[in-house]
């Protein structure tokens, strides 16, 4: 016995029932090779997916998998777009107008050890993309590099308790490390 069962996409299942009886009648290797290599011709040529069902119990169970990932599916196709992989809560995304590109930017700054909120704001504000950062430090020598990078004033703190202080040259040469490193493996001390 076989059920055939369509898919939205067009796609052909195939569900060969009492395929164990078949197999334990005394028919010629001949013929269950024959059958095997149909099965296989199905699936390969015409892209139809075959499943050799033992008994009316697997039957359910199956069409009880393909009915749950029916019912699933638009909840699928709503998290994918809202989601990617890997996303959590707190991830950042950019928007088709670049909204949101200063946040991922200052969220790979502080990726940086000893990278603050407040120093990346200031990076960010003397060099508003990685590019132009990246391209500053690579055509710069590295010590001029580093030393422009430690002068940059960072502002912490409000109102009558702000004050500023430099991002110093410890900070800077990892800076300089992460965006001239070309081995993926270096560590930025």
Do not use: C, W
């Not at 059958?35 to 499943?51: A, H, K, P, R, V």
């Not at 991830?91 to 107008?97: A, N, Y």
């Not at 010590?143 to 422009?148: E, M, P, R």
């Amino acid at each position: 016995k076989a059920v055939v069962s369509t898919q939205s996409t067009g796609k052909i299942t195939l569900f060969v029932t009492e395929s164990d009886k078949v197999f334990k009648s005394k028919r010629k290797k001949a013929d269950i090779l024959s059958f095997e290599e149909g099965m296989l011709d199905l699936q390969l040529d015409l892209n139809i997916s075959t499943y050799l069902i033992k008994n009316n119990t697997e039957l359910v169970d199956h069409i009880r998998m393909f009915s749950k990932a029916i019912g699933e599916r638009p909840h699928r196709l709503r998290s994918n777009k809202e989601l990617f992989i890997g996303a959590a809560k707190d991830s950042l995304f950019v928007d088709k107008d670049g909204k949101g590109y200063l946040q991922v930017f200052k969220a790979q700054l502080q990726d940086i050890r000893g990278v603050n909120e407040a120093i990346a704001s200031a990076i960010s504000t003397q060099y508003p993309s990685p590019l132009i950062l990246h391209s500053f430090i690579s055509s710069s020598p590295r010590d001029s590099a580093v030393s422009t990078l430690a002068d940059i004033p960072v502002r912490r703190g409000v109102g009558s308790l702000a004050n500023t202080r430099r991002i110093g040259p410890e900070v800077a040469k990892r800076i300089v490390q992460y965006y001239l490193s070309s081995d993926p493996d270096e560590q930025i001390l």
